[in-house]
């Protein structure tokens, strides 16, 4: 393949360049904002999810209310008519309806009972999950402020790489490149790598460590350059081996 050296040179300098962001990326700021930042949202669910069941439980008390209240006054108004003159029909229709009535307030209480219970957990709960937002959230903006700060430190260093990328890229054979480009997207650095041996006639991958086959091998010591059967990374022959 052509251009080869200076496709090295292009790899060098971006594997620098990936070093300098990962150095900003993985560092221990971005990571322990990353991790705050999802705590946050997960006790910021925990809110969302207090308040809703907050607002479930005071329908349930609400509907329970209106149900004593209705029962209440159904109550008042059989006990007015039961004063005056019914008939034996009138009043089993009525205590039939007393005993449904009876029987729906005792379910009622029944689920406002345990939504009261419930609403103390909940309180509980939300409470524990604000402290705990508030606490990632302020954990969240200092990480957030030495990470720009390591970002602003290396953007020069990060530049100037980006810089002589773009400068060297068009210099490369687009074959070459787009190898080097379908390699590097599969995140293999390197993905140009040179091959080793021991006894100069059987060859091994400098990315995964495997011994090339018989038609790599063939192939590096005719061409000096060739693809690893396992690791598909580019191996080509070290101007060392070729002396």
Not at 125 to 135: T, V
Not at 197 to 223: E, I
Request: with cysteine; charged share 40%; hydrophobic share 30%.
């Amino acid at each position: 393949m052509a251009n080869l050296d200076t496709l090295l040179k292009y790899q060098e300098i971006d594997i620098k360049l990936r070093r300098a962001q990962d150095s900003v990326e993985k560092s221990d700021a971005a990571q322990r904002g990353k991790k705050a930042k999802a705590e946050f949202e997960a006790a910021k669910k925990s809110v969302d999810d207090s308040e809703r069941t907050a607002g479930e439980i005071v329908e349930t008390l609400t509907a329970a209310a209106q149900t004593a209240k209705e029962g209440k006054s159904l109550v008042a108004e059989y006990r007015d008519k039961l004063k005056g003159e019914t008939t034996s029909k009138e009043r089993k229709q009525m205590i039939a309806e007393l005993e449904q009535l009876k029987s729906r307030l005792s379910e009622s209480e029944k689920k406002a009972d345990a939504k009261r219970k419930q609403a103390q957990k909940v309180l509980d709960e939300s409470k524990d999950s604000q402290a705990r937002a508030k606490k990632m959230r302020d954990i969240f903006v200092g990480e957030k402020e030495k990470y720009e700060d390591m970002k602003q430190q290396k953007e020069s260093e990060i530049g100037k790489y980006k810089q002589m990328l773009s400068q060297l890229r068009p210099t490369i054979d687009p074959k070459l490149m787009k190898v080097y480009d379908e390699l590097t997207a599969e995140r293999k650095y390197p993905a140009f790598v040179d091959a080793y041996s021991s006894d100069k006639t059987t060859f091994s991958c400098r990315g995964c460590g495997l011994q090339l086959s018989q038609a790599g091998n063939s192939g590096l010591l005719k061409d000096g350059i060739c693809r690893c059967d396992n690791c598909r990374r580019v191996i080509y022959m070290p101007k060392s081996a070729k002396k």
